[in-house]
């Protein structure tokens, strides 16, 4: 009996929701995780080590991928800084991917969500693609091309006083700069990412002296709301896209789309069939995962799949970001390069695990619409955990134990020190993270000027009092 539309849309967020309750202990997990690593694996010298064209240099740019943060606009933009710094092209490539694909918080929801073949698909897929990769551009790369377009980036960003956020490579803005002992302006994308730069240059001590002190939890906090808030639209939206594709795309649409039955054939047009999807669906970073199990239900194959989940770099807004950065030949060049060997890869697994026997049996599973999601079970426990987990780690951002400056900003609840913008108001001096705040206040400042602005030592803020 065919769902009237208000029970299609209650199908669909059911679906979506309970997808992303299924996986939201993965993601939380995953997203510490790569906090902890963020914070306190260094990454420096990054851009010299990643400079050679050699193996070495490209194992290294594939594992601090990996150890990186998994949002396809930021592995782009740290991918540019690394480029204009001097890393080779081959190397810049192979970070990005691997900070997009091979992230423990991303294989850990495709295990979740689509089972351990999958997993074992893209992290051993990850790998050879980026050696597929890796050929591809050494076979084709017109050097030049890149040394030129390096040059004119510099050059460009140069003119227009483009700065470099030293902490994640994203572009820096006025607002949040500071000047160092050595007398050097630095410039900020956000105020986290100044204050992760004021963390590091304050810190003393190993990791494990770090994390028996609240400073050192303030960082973990501090990297886990930059992660979110980088990723927290796609994660949503994928969500909700696969339940809305799931319950309203009919099977005929992907009969059309996909070709069916087994063969050589079938798996490259499928494999193709799954990058082009892809690039069209808008869906960057995690988001894709859902949407996989959509595409998944309706009858895909193993190669279109897997070849669908590794291409969220080349979809339409990350291309139009690498449009702007390094032009459209560049652009071009890296659709072409990324898209054939995602194609290629997705191809290559099906084959492999056909040959080993061990391509998943999509007859075997429960279809999305016949799944309970929401029950008494390990992933309701997995959950509390993790959701405890992350109010303690917002909770310690939020209050600002351990962290630099003195000051509490009255308007946002960030610790900020005497150097950025103030404002005199009843003969108290508030200190504000950012003159976004500062206007914030100054339109209303009875709002907020009850938030004493110095803070004691034990991390809450002081009482208020008038002399």
């Known amino acids: 009996m065919p769902l009237s539309l208000a029970q299609g849309v209650l199908e669909s967020l059911r679906i979506g929701v309970g997808f992303l309750w299924t996986a939201a202990w993965a993601i939380i997990m995953g997203l510490t995780i790569t906090s902890l690593v963020q914070v306190y694996v260094s990454k420096e010298r990054m851009a010299r080590v990643l400079g050679d064209d050699d193996l070495g240099a490209l194992t290294k740019a594939t594992v601090f991928g990996a150890a990186s943060s998994g949002c396809s606009f930021g592995a782009v933009a740290i991918g540019k800084g690394l ?48 050696a597929v990769m890796a050929l591809i551009v050494h076979v084709t790369l017109p050097e030049n091309l890149f040394d030129q377009v390096r040059d004119e980036l510099n050059q460009r960003d140069q003119d227009h006083g483009v700065t470099e956020d030293p902490t994640c490579g994203m572009e820096g803005k006025d607002e949040y700069s500071l000047v160092t002992d050595g007398g050097e302006t630095l410039k900020f994308c956000s105020a986290g990412c100044m204050e992760t730069y004021e963390q590091e240059a304050a810190s003393s001590g190993g990791w494990r002296d770090e994390l028996l002190s609240w400073g050192g939890w303030y960082k973990v906090g501090n990297q886990y709301h930059k ?47 799954g990058v082009t999807i892809a690039v069209i669906s808008f869906v960057g970073s995690m988001g894709n995962v859902p949407f996989a199990v959509a595409l998944w239900g309706g009858g895909i194959s193993f190669a279109g799949v897997i070849a669908f989940v590794y291409a969220d770099l080349i979809t339409i807004p990350v291309l139009n970001v690498y449009r702007k950065y390094y032009g459209w030949k560049v652009m071009l060049y890296i659709l072409g390069v990324f898209f054939v060997t995602m194609a290629f890869t997705g ?25 309970e999601y929401f029950e008494l079970n390990y992933t309701f426990y997995l959950n509390i955990i993790a959701f405890a987990l992350s109010g303690f780690l917002l909770y310690v951002y939020r209050r600002g134990l351990g962290a630099p400056g003195q000051y509490r900003d009255p308007v946002c609840g960030m610790r900020t020190d005497d150097s950025g913008p103030s404002v005199i108001h009843d003969g108290d001096t508030y200190y504000f993270c950012s003159k976004a705040c500062k206007r914030s206040f100054e339109t209303n400042p009875p709002a907020f000027s009850h938030k004493h602005p110095e803070i004691s030592e034990g991390g809450a803020t002081q009482s208020h009092d008038h002399h």
Request: no cysteine; net charge negative; proline share 2%.
């Open 83 to 130: 480029f204009k710094k001097g890393a080779h092209a081959v190397n810049v490539l192979a970070f990005m991917f691997a900070s997009t694909n091979l992230i423990v918080e991303l294989g850990l929801m495709i295990l979740i969500l689509l089972g351990w073949e999958f997993l074992v698909a893209e992290l051993l897929g990850g790998v050879i693609l980026i």
């Open 347 to 371: 191809f290559l697994m099906e084959e492999l695990f056909d040959v080993l026997g061990i391509v998943p049996d999509l007859a075997g599973g429960q279809t999305a619409t016949e799944q």
């Open 227 to 273: 992660e979110w808030s980088m990723i927290w639209k796609d994660v949503i939206a994928g969500f909700l896209v696969a339940g809305f594709v799931i319950v309203f795309v009919p099977q005929w649409v992907w009969n059309v789309l996909f070709l069916q039955g087994d063969g050589l054939l079938v798996s490259a047009e499928n494999a193709i069939m």
